[in-house]
């Protein structure tokens, strides 16, 4: 079982930046691909951003290449998501998961963080 919990969003003017950071809680989180989805108002979720349980791989979606970072420190338990370049679309709200490999099926993931809210706005 693992617990996630997000934190770092807010409210950020168009080009701003924002880190977003995910404790995660329980046993073996070195074991598990994490990734970021979003969802916007009156929008389907989507993936954003993943990285490998080992950390050798990264993916991003097209929306957010050159913008956007994942990254990942096992030791501390805890995956972030750098935001650079921010635009008003990125509004929504992000959640932090967690699953067995890096895919953009959020049905694919066992463990969902509660969110936490991006707004880009001027």
């Known amino acids: 079982q693992v617990q996630l919990a997000e934190s770092g969003g807010g409210l950020v003017q168009p080009g701003g930046s924002l880190r977003l950071a995910c404790a995660a809680n329980?046993?073996?989180?070195?074991?598990?691909?994490m990734a970021w989805f979003r969802q916007a108002p009156g929008k389907e979720r989507e993936g954003v951003s993943c990285i490998s349980s080992t950390d050798d791989y990264t993916y991003y979606t097209d929306f957010v290449k050159g913008r956007f970072t994942i990254s990942r420190d096992n030791a501390k338990n805890t995956v972030y998501l750098q935001m650079n370049s921010l635009k008003p679309e990125d509004t929504a709200v992000y959640y932090c998961?967690?699953?067995?490999?890096?895919?953009?099926?959020?049905?694919?993931?066992?463990?969902w963080g509660q969110g936490t809210q991006v707004t880009v706005s001027s």
């Open positions: 998961v967690a699953g067995l490999y890096c895919n953009w099926y959020a049905t694919e993931y066992d463990y």
């Open positions: 329980g046993t073996a989180f070195d074991y598990y691909a």
